[in-house]
């Protein structure tokens, strides 16, 4: 985001999705030189190596990602790509440690904005955009979140939006009204109580790895803000996030732990397992990935599922955003000999068929704004893109990767654990802002300069 009072707004997708086009050729006509390639780099020739990770947001991801490699290879014979799957738990610390000794992948992943910009600004990436010519860039979704100092640093391959699920069926037993989600966080409290006293686990989840206090940030750390300036001020010093207008919603979420909303053994599972709980039929609801609300849906019947959007809490203007992102970007190595042939294969993997594939295999919606929106049947997926159309904020992209890991995780997993305080988890993000601030001067600002733009 470069505009300072600007929310990210992902809202319409950018565009309202395009009519079908036609397939593309076997991979010549996407990467083109773009303003900083290198002229005498072959496109097609170059072994590549590709740390990837997606499949936890979108079920299916690796084995796209393998049929595409092959199919590529195929059509390309001098280009071979090794891909190297990526664990959730260390994909920030691995290429922080890939950039300090500039050797590893030729193309890496990142979640989005600042995990893709911090690179950026260290020298340890180059800018997508002097290898892929803005002709095609303009049709990827999402670009903004990883633009700095004018250039595009990441490339999206998918949309991810968090809908909040609810059991029909659950709710009916309960003496609640199936078709009726909680629409505030008080109403959440209430159906919570009422699941309860039927038997039913309201809320499954998992935060081990603290990846569910870390989306309960993003979800509803935002709803006191009016726009994404007012985290980037606390993230600059400019105002402290133990002030309750941003740390204000871990009181909130303690309740839910205290009225036993959470089940109860939230702190042993990681993200992935506790929303499992949901298709297993022992919670009631739950937050998740589009790719996994349309697998639940499938498998649990789509009169049993339903899709919406999170119950609201605050009034700030954020508050009425939705909260769909690109997740994770694909970018290129400082390092990489074949900078081109790169970002060659990135831009193919945009190519109609490529892109169908995607669907086919996740039921993810692509990043691109030629992806036919009339290829959306299924009544879960239509509710989904229509919730992944709204404009949204993810909060999470604006954190420097050192206070995500390092307050975000934590704070979150001591909320819902009770092993600490809300007061507690607010003043550990005032301390590891200041640490971030003190123990990187030239990444505090260069964030200072990229959120003035």
């Not at 600004?121 to 979140?145: C, F, H, L, R």
């Not at 993200?271 to 609801?285: D, I, S, V």
């Not at 499938?298 to 997740?327: E, F, I, M, N």
Request: charged share 20%; glycine share 10%.
């Amino acid at each position: 985001m470069q505009a300072r009072h600007r929310a990210l707004v992902i809202g319409a997708l950018a565009v309202t999705l395009a009519a079908p086009v036609a397939a593309c050729g076997g991979g010549g006509s996407s990467g083109g030189d773009g303003g900083g390639a290198k002229s005498g780099e072959d496109a097609y020739s170059g072994d590549l190596t590709y740390w990837y990770w997606a499949e936890s947001d979108a079920p299916g991801a690796n084995k796209w990602m393998n049929a595409m490699i092959a199919k590529y290879q195929q059509l390309h014979p001098k280009v071979h790509i090794k891909l190297v799957l990526q664990s959730t738990d260390t994909l920030i610390g691995a290429f922080k440690t890939a950039s300090q000794t500039k050797k590893g992948p030729d193309i890496a992943t990142q979640w989005a904005t600042l995990p893709v910009l911090t690179p950026a600004w260290t020298g340890a990436s180059v800018p997508i955009s002097d290898y892929v010519p803005k002709s095609e860039t303009d049709n990827w979704i999402g670009t903004q979140e990883n633009l700095s100092d004018g250039k595009l640093w990441g490339m999206p391959i998918y949309l991810l939006g968090v809908p909040f699920v609810w059991n029909k069926v659950m709710f009916k037993a309960a003496g609640l009204n199936p078709a009726q989600p909680p629409a505030t966080f008080d109403e959440l409290l209430s159906d919570c109580a009422k699941l309860k006293a039927k038997g039913f686990t309201p809320i499954g989840m998992g935060n081990k790895d603290g990846y569910t206090g870390n989306w309960l940030f993003a979800l509803y750390g935002k709803q006191q803000l009016n726009d994404i300036g007012d985290l980037q001020d606390a993230m600059l010093g400019k105002a402290k996030f133990s002030d309750p207008k941003y740390s204000g919603f871990y009181t909130d979420i303690e309740k839910l732990r205290t009225n036993g909303c959470f089940n109860n053994d939230i702190s042993s599972l990681d993200l992935n397992q506790g929303w499992q709980l949901f298709p297993r039929k022992k919670a009631a609801m739950s937050w998740t990935t589009d790719g996994n609300a349309l697998a639940w849906a499938k498998q649990l019947g789509a009169k049993a599922v339903g899709v919406g959007h999170t119950p609201k809490l605050g009034d700030g203007r954020l508050a009425d955003t939705y909260d769909t992102t690109q997740s994770s970007s694909a970018f290129i190595t400082s390092w990489s000999q074949h900078k081109k042939a790169a970002a060659t294969f990135l831009a193919w993997l945009h190519e109609a068929p490529q892109l169908k594939a995607w669907y086919d295999a996740t039921g993810v919606f692509p990043a691109d704004k030629r992806f036919p929106e009339s290829t959306i049947t299924d009544p879960t997926a239509r509710a989904l893109f229509e919730l992944d159309k709204q404009p949204s904020v993810w909060p999470e992209n604006y954190l420097p990767p050192q206070v995500d890991q390092n307050a975000d995780l934590p704070a979150g997993q001591m909320i819902t654990s009770g092993s600490g305080t809300p007061a507690k988890a607010a003043g550990l993000w005032d301390q590891v802002i200041q640490q971030w601030k003190t123990q990187h001067p030239d990444e505090f600002q260069h964030y200072e300069q990229w959120a003035n733009g």
